[in-house]
């Protein structure tokens, strides 16, 4: 059964830290390029942060750049997002992605609340 299942999500303050991880299972996870989108309520799922198959490669946000860093690890079919100096507007459930080709592969996402 292909899935991604996401967890770490929760309730955190202004400046606080947060890490979210997303476990493969089903498919050759090492093959795959991974991303994290975000979609805030009435907002369109916007893409956070995506890194290649082999870890090589990386890109952000305008607006998490500096802030938040993801990871793989191929060994444990999983991937990361380090959430550091959060804001409320990082508020929204964040997915994971994997997509090789033209297969994506979707998480059910984990809900990120940045409050005081």
């Known amino acids: 059964q292909v899935q991604l299942v996401e967890s770490g999500g929760g309730l955190v303050q202004p400046g606080g830290s947060l890490r979210l991880s997303c476990a493969a299972s089903?498919?050759?996870?090492?093959?795959?390029?991974l991303s994290w989108y975000r979609q805030a309520p009435g907002k369109e799922r916007e893409l956070v942060a995506a890194?290649?198959?082999?870890?090589?490669?990386?890109n952000y946000a305008d607006s998490v750049k500096g802030r938040f860093t993801i990871s793989r690890d191929n060994a444990k079919n999983t991937v990361y997002l380090q959430m550091n100096s959060l804001k409320p507007e990082d508020t929204a459930v964040y997915y994971c992605?994997?997509?090789?080709?033209?297969?994506?592969?979707w998480g059910q996402g984990t809900q990120v609340t940045v409050s005081s």
């Open positions: 992605k994997a997509r090789r080709m033209s297969a994506n592969v």
């Open positions: 089903g498919f050759t996870f090492s093959s795959y390029a």
């Open positions: 890194i290649t198959s082999t870890g090589g490669n990386t």
